[in-house]
């Protein structure tokens, strides 16, 4: 039947192009684990696995330093903007008041708003304020921009909320706070979640926002750190490929995890509507 | 629902207005540090300044210069030649495929949406640095063109003049492939099977169930596919950095880039701005656009 041979030329293609996507990951992976010696690296697989590259590549490139960067900045940037959004696209789900129609789009504005035309004009603010060359220069702008999404995404979800459930919590007595944090936040643990490493990963990735505001070399976050490391080591492969390795393993992990959460979040990203 | 008047629809003791108290803090952060700044790259574009002494009124100059000056214009134009790459060729591949895909149910269809979404998950940084070392005159394309005789082709790809932007483009097309496929697999299984059946005993065959079932049925899909890649190839800044940094010269140089390249090393703030600005409003016509077109939504 030609069923079967669809179904071996489905397969077929499929396995194809998952080959496709992961011939430069391993690449690298390989790379990263042949010897230092070793001319071009390759896809030649490694004899023994060469862990001292990433322990160099950590040491030469202070990725220690970057990586608490990181992790701060990540945390705050999360934290505020998922807390705020929540606050945000409470009100808009359920509430009605005067030009909140327009407030909400005005937030729907900031998903396609490119960072480029913002980060001039936020340089020279942020300088003014002596901001630059701080973790403030990293994580207000970022929160910013994370809640044109957050709102958006979380809107959907409390406008989706039962309606009985507000309306019983209101009889009860509860007001509009507790029954936002009572209830409806751990109703809303999958969508909150989905918001969570969306945001997560976008942070961690940054790479603009903390090229222009960050010249302390203490301050690098990871993604620049890796960029000024391809600039100094650029001859020796298996070191930048030990360090790009190390700097994506973080949200490769939450996303093998919960890879679920990040397409659904991704892919809402282009708004309906 | 309630059709009453406003007041008289509200809980009582319960004002609405309290909604503002709970939007006012997202909003405040969102203003000062989203909105104004954009407010103020549409001012400081129509000025010419180096970002030190006092900027001077420069009209509509920086927005002129970007239609008659050609160090202005070859971004944009790069920028559309990238979009062939990041918006045009992952949409095509993907439906080519979902419509082999669209007659069978996929099993294992997790495990090859989670290796196909990979790469947009991944910083562009790293990205851009495993992919530089990919196209560097020793690196691996050139190492697999020499082992298969081909040793003619190999070149430096970054570095070519002519191939250095098709280079980079190709990368997009890496990254953006897997999300139109995962989008137009899900929706091709969504497709009732009926369709096809029905199709099929009319005397359809592949292509033209292809455009009678398949296509339409992916309408949605395609519309949210080339927005997130159309925006996601003009918002394409750290690839250029890492990989070329607008060169050769500058035949790689997109707008993205040409921003940061103006404001931060030329110190020629309105320009920057104004390219900013621009970009903005091509981001917007494109979105409508697609949403129009492909989704024959009316304003």
């Not at chain 1, 230092?36 to 490694?46: E, H, Q, Y």
């Not at chain 1, 989706?160 to 919590?169: C, F, H, L, P, Q």
């Not at chain 2, 989203?34 to 574009?45: E, I, K, R």
């Not at chain 2, 656009?289 to 304003?299: C, F, M, P, W």
Request: with cysteine.
């Amino acid at each position: 039947m030609t069923s079967r041979i669809e179904r071996t030329a489905t397969y077929a293609i499929l396995a194809l192009f998952a080959v496709l996507a992961l011939t430069p990951v391993i690449g690298i992976l390989s790379t990263a684990f042949s010897s230092p010696n070793s001319v071009g690296g390759g896809f030649a697989l490694p004899d023994t696995l060469h862990w001292s590259n990433f322990q160099q590549a950590w040491q030469r490139g202070h990725f220690g330093t970057y990586l608490g960067n990181s992790v701060l900045v990540t945390l705050v940037v999360v934290t505020a903007s998922t807390v705020l959004s929540i606050l945000a696209a409470y009100a808009f789900g359920t509430m009605r008041f005067r030009g909140s129609t327009l407030l909400f789009y005005l937030f729907v504005l900031g998903l396609t708003l490119p960072q480029e035309a913002l980060v001039v004009p936020l340089y020279f603010d942020l300088r003014y304020f002596h901001l630059t060359d701080t973790y403030w220069a990293l994580i207000l702008p970022q929160t910013a921009q994370s809640l044109a999404f957050g709102v958006f995404w979380m809107r959907t979800y409390f406008m989706n909320s039962t309606r009985s459930v507000i309306e019983a919590a209101r009889v009860d007595g509860a007001n509009t706070w507790t029954t936002l944090w009572r209830i409806l936040v751990p109703m809303g643990r999958p969508a909150i979640t989905t918001l969570i490493v969306i945001t997560f990963m976008w942070t961690w990735n940054e790479f603009l926002m903390a090229l222009v505001m960050i010249s302390d070399e203490s301050l690098r976050t990871v993604p620049l750190g890796l960029a000024f490391f391809q600039g100094q080591q650029s001859a020796d492969t298996t070191l930048l490929a030990a360090a790009s390795a190390l700097i994506a393993l973080p949200v490769v992990v939450v996303y093998v995890a919960l890879q679920r959460k990040f397409i659904e979040g991704m892919l809402s990203g282009a708004v309906k509507e | 629902m309630k059709g009453k008047p406003t007041s008289t629809s509200r809980a009582p003791g319960e004002p609405r207005s309290i909604g503002y108290l709970y939007v006012l803090p997202a909003l405040a952060v969102y203003g000062l540090f989203l909105l104004y700044p954009f407010g103020q790259a549409v001012g400081l574009s129509f000025l010419h300044w180096d970002g030190l002494t006092r900027a001077t009124s420069a009209g509509l100059d920086n927005y002129t210069a970007l239609f008659t000056d050609p160090t202005l214009r070859a971004p944009f134009g790069h920028a559309l030649i990238l979009l062939v790459f990041y918006a045009a060729l992952p949409v095509v591949i993907g439906l080519l495929l979902a419509a082999t895909m669209s007659r069978i149910r996929v099993r294992g269809l997790t495990f090859f949406r989670t290796v196909l979404f990979l790469p947009q998950v991944l910083a562009m940084v790293v990205v851009g640095v495993a992919w530089r070392s990919i196209l560097a005159p020793d690196g691996l394309l050139n190492d697999a063109l020499r082992a298969v005789g081909l040793d003619g082709l190999a070149r430096p790809w970054l570095g070519d003049d002519t191939w250095a932007l098709p280079a980079v483009g190709v990368v997009g097309t890496w990254v953006m492939t897997g999300l139109c496929m995962v989008l137009f697999l899900a929706g091709a299984q969504r497709i009732p099977r009926e369709l096809y059946e029905a199709a099929r005993l009319d005397g359809a065959g592949a292509v033209r169930e292809f455009f009678a079932v398949t296509l339409p049925g992916l309408r949605g899909e395609i519309s949210v596919a080339l927005t997130l890649t159309i925006i996601a190839g003009l918002r394409n800044f750290d690839l250029i950095y890492i990989t070329t940094g607008g060169g050769p010269g500058n035949a790689t140089s997109v707008p993205a880039y040409e921003v940061y390249h103006r404001a931060f090393e030329l110190n020629e703030v309105g320009s920057a701005a104004a390219i900013g600005v621009a970009l903005t409003v091509l981001i917007f016509a494109l979105t409508v656009t697609v949403s129009r077109l492909v989704e024959g939504r009316r304003a």
